[in-house]
């Protein structure tokens, strides 16, 4: 299983950016997924979360302005942000849990992908 984060860069404070994170493999189901980042000097937290069925949780820091969604059919997890502030920028990871299916039978396990850089000026 692989997960692959994209939609990183330079965005001003104000403006909006969207995170993709595409999971590929031999992928049964995808249960929980989730947006972690880590700012220089901080822990890793977790931002944002979406249970397969849609249900949502997010940080008090970003409540009303980022939104998680996901695509079952395509795989992919979005996180929208929406008038990020300095204390956003970070390395973006997303994260999920998968079953896969293999010659010993089914398997679920927690993913990780590389992290993505979002850095907001001022």
């Known amino acids: 299983v692989q997960l692959q984060a994209s939609g990183g860069g330079l965005v001003p404070a104000g403006g909006s950016l969207r995170l993709s994170c595409a999971a590929s493999g031999s992928i049964v189901s995808i249960n929980d997924m989730g947006w972690y980042r880590r700012a220089p000097g901080k822990q890793r937290e977790v931002v944002a979360s979406v249970s397969r069925v849609g249900d949502t949780t997010y940080i008090d820091s970003v409540k009303g302005r980022f939104t998680i969604s996901r695509d079952n059919a395509k795989k992919t997890m979005y996180l929208q942000m929406n008038s990020p502030e300095p204390e956003d920028a970070a390395v973006y990871y997303c994260?999920?849990?998968?079953?896969?299916?293999?010659?010993?039978?089914?398997?679920?396990?927690?993913?990780w992908g590389p992290g993505t850089q979002v850095t907001v000026s001022s």
């Open positions: 994260n999920a849990e998968v079953m896969t299916v293999g010659p010993f039978g089914s398997h679920t396990g927690r993913y």
